[in-house]
């Protein structure tokens, strides 16, 4: 009888997880990608980065109760790479490729994931004005260099910005402190779904 019920419960466990990675798993590949600095057709990096993330979201799965299970992969995956920054210093070609892993960590979790200012900061234990102040940097560092080719397309003409001042695509929306218009969360049935 015991056994039965925790069998039914690791069933439920891992089909409400499955659902989750189901939705979310793209969303969340593309941003470790985007920290990792990889073209998007080689995520290996990336791969294994959201692979140990997803573990640890699995593992406290039952123990989150009402807290939303992307939030949690998020941390987890910021608190990775934030702890392994220095294996993504050597330019791979991805989109961010130009930036510091800090550079990248912050620009992910502000501009790609619509984290507050205050979020972040309180995520990586920086105060709010070093993180503005590196979001500023790495948004002008993208802006002063056109796109890698191979990465989001073609340069533009004369591989600089077009007239108006339009920065380079860099992935990810425009900073207005929202999460961008398709979302980031989906249901996740019991555990969490989307506000």
């Known amino acids: 009888m015991v056994r039965e019920r925790r069998a039914a419960r690791e069933d439920r466990r891992a089909r409400e997880f499955d659902t989750f990675v189901a939705g979310a798993g793209g969303r ?11 073209p998007t057709g080689d995520t290996e990096a990336a791969e294994r980065l ?64 619509g984290v507050a200012e205050e979020q972040t900061a309180a995520a990586l234990g920086l105060p709010v004005e070093r993180v503005r102040a590196i979001c500023t940097r790495a948004m002008a560092t993208m802006r ?5 080719r191979g990465t989001t397309g ?18 990810m929306p425009p900073s207005n402190g929202m999460p961008p218009a398709n979302g980031r969360r989906t249901a996740t049935g019991a555990a969490g779904a989307a506000p």
Do not use: C, K, M, N
């Open 144 to 148: 002063s260099a056109p796109p890698r």
């Open 50 to 113: 959201l692979t140990i993330a997803l573990a640890r979201t699995y593992a406290r799965w039952d123990r989150l109760r009402g807290e939303d299970p992307y939030d949690h992969t998020r941390q987890a995956l910021a608190a990775l790479f934030a702890h392994r920054g220095h294996h993504y210093r050597r330019p791979r070609g991805g989109i961010l490729a130009r930036l510091t892993p800090q550079e990248r960590l912050v620009l992910v979790l502000r501009l790609y994931e």
């Open 28 to 38: 969340l590949l593309h941003a470790a990608t985007l920290l990792t600095g990889e």
């Open 154 to 171: 073609t340069p533009p003409p004369g591989g600089t910005s077009p007239p108006g001042g339009t920065p380079p695509s860099t992935g």
